[in-house]
């Protein structure tokens, strides 16, 4: 029988940031039509992006 294994969430953390209103409004929009949270949308995208950034230079 194969394992399962449930690894141990990590705990969320509070901070502020500043973003221009039609993003504010974008995310509004999603949240409402998805019926999710709009802290939950920020959360996927930030995720999603944290992988996708590249620095100029390094390889």
Do not use: C, H, Q, W
């Not at 929009?29 to 944290?50: H, I, P, Q």
């Amino acid at each position: 029988m194969d394992e399962l294994k449930i690894s141990k969430k990590t705990e969320p953390v509070m901070f502020t940031i500043r973003i221009d209103r039609s993003i504010l409004d974008f995310y509004d929009d999603l949240a409402r039509v998805t019926n999710r949270s709009r802290n939950e949308l920020f959360g996927l995208a930030l995720d999603y992006a944290k992988d996708k950034f590249m620095v100029e230079g390094e390889k």
